[in-house]
């Protein structure tokens, strides 16, 4: 049956505004956990573990952590769980949480969507200076995999996590942006302008997560197809991708920088032209766009909930070692 054509593009709408008011709240409550310890007399509002989030480079830590020992990082156990839950929706489902959950996706997208609306388009980076570029994201990946994956030790792992500074990384991250320095504020501003005018300036050169995750994708046996018979080369899919891929000069799109948004098969006007298939042995099946983002969504939650259920979501620091470090943390931003 053939569904309305703007329909996958107001799922993916749907599913990416949850997820950014999801973030906004979690953002919110954490805010008030930590004023709790800062300003007395503040009610306490237990702290949202999915806070850790934020902390990729803290979850990618405790996983090679939990692969060398067996234990899961009793600090930022929510982040171990978010990075496997990512990293193995990725395996399955290429970059679609580039593409529908993350929320600094959706921020980059709605930027240059807007700086679309006022310069009434937007710029391209010429194509070898756009190569280059692209290649600084797999750069800061290769640093971050030499630095974590391999020449931190479990032993020197173990030693960072019991440390004060990491048991408040969460509140220091939270501060970069609330408590922001002038060269933070200068790079932040230049990233914002950036990504008014170039699609996705962020996630194409800078994101070394997404960089991962285009990688990790490379494995995923859901793909975008193109049926060249029924094609009416119209070039709708090459024009509304928002990462710049040729699809119309594509059978199947490999792209590590695809990121599965799915709108160059909602803007396809021919029945079977562009899909979703899913390779089976040799073949591949053509499967819903629908079911796409509800496998993404559904795997995400379900390592979500099997974190959950095996108490391995909720960090163990007690209130009283939050309530040593905390203020703590504030006088020490206080003095800067
Ligand atoms: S190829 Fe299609 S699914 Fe991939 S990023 Fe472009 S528009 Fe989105
Ligand atoms: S939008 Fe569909 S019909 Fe048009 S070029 Fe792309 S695949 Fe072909």
Known sequence: MRYPRHSVRIARYAVQLFFLILTVYVGWRFSQFVLHFEVPGNPFVPRPSSVDAFLPIGGFMAFKYFILTGIVDPVHPAGFILFVAITGVSLLLWRGFCGWICPVGTVSQYTWMAGEKIFGRTFTVPKGVDAGLRSLKYILLSFFLFIIGVAMAPSMMVLFFITDYYKAVDVRMMKFFTEMSIVSFWVILALFVLSFLYKNFWCRYLCPYGALLGLL????????????????????????????????????????????????????????????????????????????????????????????????????????????????????????
Do not use: M
Not at 243 to 259: G, K, M, R
Not at 287 to 299: D, K, R
């Open 217 to 336: 994708g490379r494995f995923s046996p859901v793909s975008v197809r193109r049926d060249n018979e029924a094609c009416v080369h119209c070039g709708a899919c090459t024009r509304h991708c928002p990462t710049l891929i040729d699809v119309e000069a594509s059978e199947t799109v490999t792209s590590a920088e695809c990121f599965g948004c799915l709108t160059c098969v909602s803007r396809c006007p021919s029945k079977g032209a562009l899909d979703v298939h899913v390779r089976k042995g040799q073949k591949a099946r053509r499967i819903s766009p629908f079911l796409f983002p509800l496998l993404l969504v559904g795997f995400f939650y379900l390592v979500i909930g099997i974190g959950v259920a095996t108490g391995k979501w909720h960090s163990k620091v007690p209130y009283e070692e939050y309530q040593r470090i905390l203020p703590e943390v504030k006088k020490e931003y206080d003095s800067r």
